[in-house]
Structures are given as C-alpha cells and as structure tokens.
C-alpha cells in the first residue's frame, strides 16, 4: 500500500471552525481523536460530521487508543478515515491486523526516550504505513503521548528506517522550523502546541505553526522530506 504521508497534521480538532483554521492554513492531515480520557476525545456520533467536513480538503486521521476491533469497526463505519493512528501499546502483530482487516494506510505512534525506543521502530517498519515518533509519556500518565513535551531529537540523527516518520511531541510555532531542519521528518504532528487551553485549539497559533513549519521546508530543501 502506497501512499503520501501528510507533511503537516493538526491533531486533536474537535469543531468545524477548527477543521478551518487547520486547513485554511495550510495543514494536509487533520487529527481526529477518539480516546475518553483526552480533552481532544470526538464521541462516536460526532466524528462523521467532521470527518465529512475535511474530507476531500486533507487527509482525515483518526487516531484511537488500543481499540478492539468492535469499537475500530464502528469508528471506521463513523469517519471513514484516510488514515487509521494506533497511539496505545499496539504491537507490531496487532497493527499488521488493523492494517488488514481495515485495508487503510496505518500509522503507530511510538514513544521516544532513549535510544533503545527508537531501535524498537524496527518491529514496525514491516506493518506500519507511517510512524510517528513522539515524546514518552511519564509512567504515572493517564494519556499517551508526549502531553505537550519534546524529546530529544539528536536520537533521531542515526535513524534510517525505511518507513516514513511524522515528528511530535512539544512542537510549537517556535520551535517547529529547527525541528524540521535538525530532524527532516517527512510531516510534522501538532495538538496541544496550537492550543489555548487543554482541547482548545487556537487559529492564530496554528496559522503561526503552518507558517514556521513552510519557513522549515524552505530551509530544509524545498519539501522536509528527505528520508
């Protein structure tokens, strides 16, 4: 399965207006997320509004949680989504399962603290369409994620995977272009950097995120996507 990695995803919309803010600015991959215990949680009867509202203008994600397949099925029959995001402790055997059973691009989030958290990416390059490396959680966190915190990119520098990455984890408007230029992800992922508060996302903020993240691509070279 072949596809185009969004080279820049707003994640965690949860309102028509911001879907707008997100793609208006430029953004090709929108997050929609289905996870209880996140301030970004869309309920199941919410998603195919907003699903149908992006699609066609950006690549719908929709990113969940160590779902069993009942709870996937209803939530792929809800959004059809473009992209399914595994952010729990999916294995690489139940992400090659999802993959198949759903037959759409999947993309697992893997949390990076150390450098043997990046050798485990290997275990996934053969079943996942697109990793996404994010900040590890603390072990007493309730949420996945790097919860607004980034990791140490220089981790990312012997990396040579054959699969596409998306980068995240405490991505900001100010931080993002040097993120791009040490890093040369093929897309960068935002949520709570564009945001106001918890779960309130913030159009300026994701205008002045775009807007750093093609000053980054210029710099890097045209497009950022070089591995």
């Not at 699903?51 to 203008?57: D, E, I, K, P």
């Not at 759903?102 to 893997?110: F, T």
């Not at 040097?178 to 903020?205: C, H, N, Q, W, Y």
């Amino acid at each position: 399965m072949s596809f185009t990695p969004p080279h820049a995803k707003i994640c965690g919309l949860s309102t028509p207006e911001a879907l707008d803010w997100a793609i208006d600015a430029g953004a090709d991959g929108i997050g929609l997320v289905h996870f209880p215990k996140s301030p970004r949680h869309v309920p199941l009867e919410a998603l195919p509004a907003l699903a149908a509202h992006a699609r066609g203008r950006a690549a719908v994600v929709l990113l969940t949680v160590d779902a069993d397949d009942a709870l996937l099925d209803a939530l792929v029959a809800a959004a059809a989504p473009d992209i399914l995001q595994l952010h729990g402790r999916e294995t690489p055997e139940r992400v090659a399962a999802v993959r198949a059973r759903h037959g759409r691009p999947v993309m697992k989030a893997l949390g990076i603290g150390t450098a043997d958290d990046l050798a485990a990416a290997g275990a996934f390059e053969s079943v996942a369409d697109l990793l996404l490396f994010d900040a590890k959680p603390p072990k007493d966190a309730t949420r996945p994620g790097g919860l607004g915190v980034p990791f140490d990119w220089s981790l990312l520098g012997s990396h040579r995977g054959a699969t596409p990455f998306l980068l995240s984890g405490g991505l900001t408007p100010t931080n993002v272009a040097d993120a791009i230029a040490a890093v040369r992800p093929a897309g960068v992922d935002v949520s709570s950097g564009v945001e106001s508060a918890p779960g309130v996302k913030d159009g300026a903020l994701i205008r002045a995120f775009m807007a750093a993240v093609e000053a980054g691509r210029r710099a890097a070279g045209g497009e950022g996507e070089t591995r």
